[in-house]
């Protein structure tokens, strides 16, 4: 194992999501055994490379036996938690259906965690709860952890009360370690191919300040949040360090958002979800860009 700090044995749930693959497949090879916990598709288990488990994790019940190795086959001995599952965005159900979902999958996840004995949590939050889509302007740019929650949408609103759950339930065991990563819209490298085409038009994907994160840089945070040792609740925005678009960051905030305060000189394509507190408190420094995948011949062709 390259970090001794890591946890030995770990569950991801929602791991056969975007983002879960390769965060499974991230934390295998760094020398983590993982216990990869979904319902998609109500997936077969042997269909699944490595340890698999199909678990609804808005029953408690089945949660409880997923993390202490209640499962037939399945080993005890988990040694830390990283939640992803969930409905995954917006208006892709209802919105009591995404709350019920999603606030009792998480409080089942937390609350099994604190009575199996697991004091290391890291849980996906999300960069909605910064005010997407930002039809208002945000407050100042880059955006970062230092403003209260802004969520404007069932979905959004659910991962604010899931920080504030896991405040408290850190208050209650103050050995918790509980990390929440506002990951910016996830991308596979061959996601990346229409984002030249962003350029035509800055307003089209203005709704999250033209941020991404590249799916293995989210493992890497997840790998870097795992490690962090530092009892209690704590946030941190996970972006990739540019932006999706060709244009200088300075000049989509000129043109979006004029009246909008910028609170530093920015780099060319320097992302406008700040990740400084990500880089200073856990170590994380992306290591992708989609300007690696996209021909720059194709790049200038838009």
């Known amino acids: 194992m390259s970090n001794p700090a890591l946890p030995r044995r770990v569950v991801v749930t929602g791991a056969t999501g975007k983002l879960g693959r390769a965060v499974v497949a991230h934390l295998r090879a760094v020398g983590v055994g993982v216990l990869a916990v979904d319902r998609a598709g109500g997936r077969d288990p042997r269909d699944v490379d490595g340890e698999f488990l199909l678990v609804d994790l808005t029953d408690y019940g089945q949660v409880v036996e997923a993390f202490t190795g209640g499962a037939d086959e399945h080993a005890g001995g988990v040694d830390a938690i990283v939640h992803l599952a969930a409905v995954p965005a917006p208006g892709l159900m209802s919105n009591a259906t995404t709350f019920a979902n999603n606030s009792a999958a998480t409080y089942n996840v937390f609350a099994a965690a604190r009575a199996a004995g697991i004091r290391r949590v890291v849980w996906a939050s999300s960069e909605t709860v910064l005010g997407l889509p930002f039809d208002s302007p945000p407050p100042y740019a880059p955006v970062d952890e230092e403003y209260a929650p802004r969520p404007e949408s069932t979905y959004s609103l659910n991962k604010?009360?899931?920080?504030?759950?896991?405040?408290?339930?850190?208050?209650?065991?103050?050995?918790?370690?509980?990390?929440?990563?506002?990951?910016?819209?996830?991308?596979?490298?061959?996601?990346?191919?229409?984002?030249?085409?962003?350029?035509?038009?800055?307003?089209?994907?203005?709704?999250?300040?033209?941020?991404?994160?590249?799916?293995?840089?989210?493992?890497?945070?997840?790998?870097?949040?795992?490690?962090?040792?530092?009892?209690?609740?704590?946030?941190?925005?996970?972006?990739?360090?540019?932006?999706?678009?060709?244009?200088?960051?300075?000049?989509?905030?000129?043109?979006?958002?004029?009246?909008?305060?910028?609170?530093?000189?920015?780099?060319?394509?320097?992302?406008?979800?700040?990740?400084?507190?990500?880089?200073?408190?856990?170590?994380?420094?992306?290591?992708?860009?989609?300007?690696?995948?996209?021909?720059?011949?194709?790049?200038?062709?838009?």
């Open 160 to 302: 604010v009360l899931e920080e504030e759950m896991a405040r408290h339930f850190c208050r209650w065991d103050p050995e918790l370690v509980m990390v929440g990563l506002r990951f910016s819209n996830v991308m596979d490298v061959e996601d990346y191919a229409p984002f030249p085409s962003f350029d035509a038009d800055p307003r089209a994907r203005r709704w999250n300040l033209w941020g991404y994160i590249d799916a293995r840089d989210g493992a890497q945070a997840v790998e870097r949040a795992l490690a962090h040792e530092r009892p209690g609740a704590d946030v941190f925005i996970i972006a990739n360090a540019d932006t999706v678009m060709s244009r200088s960051s300075a000049s989509l905030l000129a043109e979006v958002y004029p009246g909008v305060e910028v609170r530093k000189e920015l780099g060319e394509h320097e992302t406008l979800l700040s990740i400084d507190k990500a880089r200073r408190v856990l170590g994380y420094e992306p290591r992708h860009s989609w300007r690696d995948h996209v021909d720059p011949v194709q790049r200038a062709a838009w």
